[in-house]
């Protein structure tokens, strides 16, 4: 007979070997509340926070290339206009 390491895939195996370890209760600390479930949750969002501000900060340094682009373009096609009415000028 396979042991039921041998049939679970490999991915959640490990999951579930913890749970099984631990006494089935992943997260437990934070559950039971107290002083380390509230740092562990002020830990938590702190992580998120600074995941969260480092994904806007992203967002707008992408939107400022963005807008610098097009400011850019702008200028290059002003500059092929005034070419383009000069060359008209002179016909």
Do not use: C
Not at 2 to 13: A, E, G, K, M, N
Not at 20 to 45: C, Q, Y
Not at 48 to 61: I, S
């Amino acid at each position: 007979m396979l042991s039921v390491r041998r049939t679970l895939p490999t991915l959640v195996r490990p999951a579930i070997m913890s749970r099984m370890m631990s006494g089935g209760d992943a997260g437990s600390i934070r559950e039971a509340g107290g002083a380390f479930g509230k740092k562990e949750k002020a830990v938590e969002d702190q992580y998120f926070r600074k995941q969260q501000a480092e994904q806007l900060k992203n967002l707008v340094d992408s939107h400022a290339k963005e807008i610098q682009h097009h400011k850019e373009a702008i200028q290059r096609h002003q500059e092929a206009m005034k070419v383009h009415e000069e060359a008209l000028k002179h016909h």
